[in-house]
């Protein structure tokens, strides 16, 4: 049983947004809009700030998130030296699954490994089973490739269709 909250989307939900966030940045690392929401996302917690710092060098040239990841030492203070290690880990783990596994067994292990229902516990049971109802789309789409997933995704948006929330 689902509920559909008029003016908001299930695919347009916060903790929904975020993992396809995640998914999109694990799937492609050099798209700098999903690695920002990705980067800012709970599950990693990087300040504004520091994007923009990951964002700019000295010069003030513009750099890909993902390729600043990769010496965020020299850019960003120590207090998000643990984040942004993370951000690595995470990346190292899941980019070379993204389209080598099927979608549901890439979303389950990744919703594991970053224990994003604890994460999530705080907005109360609907946002968890928001994401248990997540997980069984990817399922039911027995879809292989992280990106076809996406696509799917996107071609319900655009035609209209709406998900509904799960009943709280």
């Given at each position: 049983?689902?509920?559909?909250?008029?003016?908001?989307?299930?695919?347009?939900?916060?903790?929904?947004?975020?993992?396809?966030?995640?998914?999109?940045?694990?799937?492609?690392?050099?798209?700098?809009?999903?690695?920002?929401?990705?980067?800012?996302?709970?599950?990693?917690?990087?300040?504004?700030?520091?994007?923009?710092?990951?964002?700019?060098?000295?010069?003030?040239?513009?750099?890909?998130?993902?390729?600043?990841?990769?010496?965020?030492?020299?850019?960003?203070?120590?207090?998000?030296?643990?984040?942004?290690?993370?951000?690595?880990?995470?990346?190292?783990?899941?980019?070379?699954?993204?389209?080598?596994?099927?979608?549901?067994?890439?979303?389950?292990?990744?919703?594991?490994?970053?224990d994003y229902r604890a994460i999530l516990m705080s907005g109360g049971a609907r946002v968890v089973r928001n994401l248990d109802k997540l997980l069984e789309d990817a399922r039911e789409s027995q879809l292989i490739?992280?990106?076809?997933?996406?696509?799917?995704?996107?071609?319900?948006?655009?035609?209209?269709?709406?998900?509904?929330?799960?009943?709280?």
């Open positions: 049983p689902f509920v559909t909250v008029a003016g908001v989307g299930f695919y347009e939900r916060p903790e929904i947004r975020d993992l396809l966030n995640m998914m999109v940045a694990l799937s492609n690392p050099w798209d700098d809009t999903a690695m920002a929401g990705f980067l800012r996302s709970p599950a990693v917690g990087l300040k504004d700030a520091s994007l923009y710092r990951l964002r700019y060098d000295e010069g003030g040239e513009v750099r890909s998130y993902y390729q600043a990841l990769q010496t965020y030492e020299t850019c960003l203070p120590e207090s998000e030296h643990r984040a942004a290690r993370w951000a690595l880990e995470i990346l190292e783990e899941f980019v070379p699954l993204a389209n080598h596994v099927s979608v549901a067994d890439f979303l389950t292990r990744l919703v594991h490994f970053l490739q992280v990106s076809a997933f996406l696509e799917y995704l996107t071609f319900l948006r655009a035609s209209g269709v709406r998900a509904g929330e799960a009943v709280s």
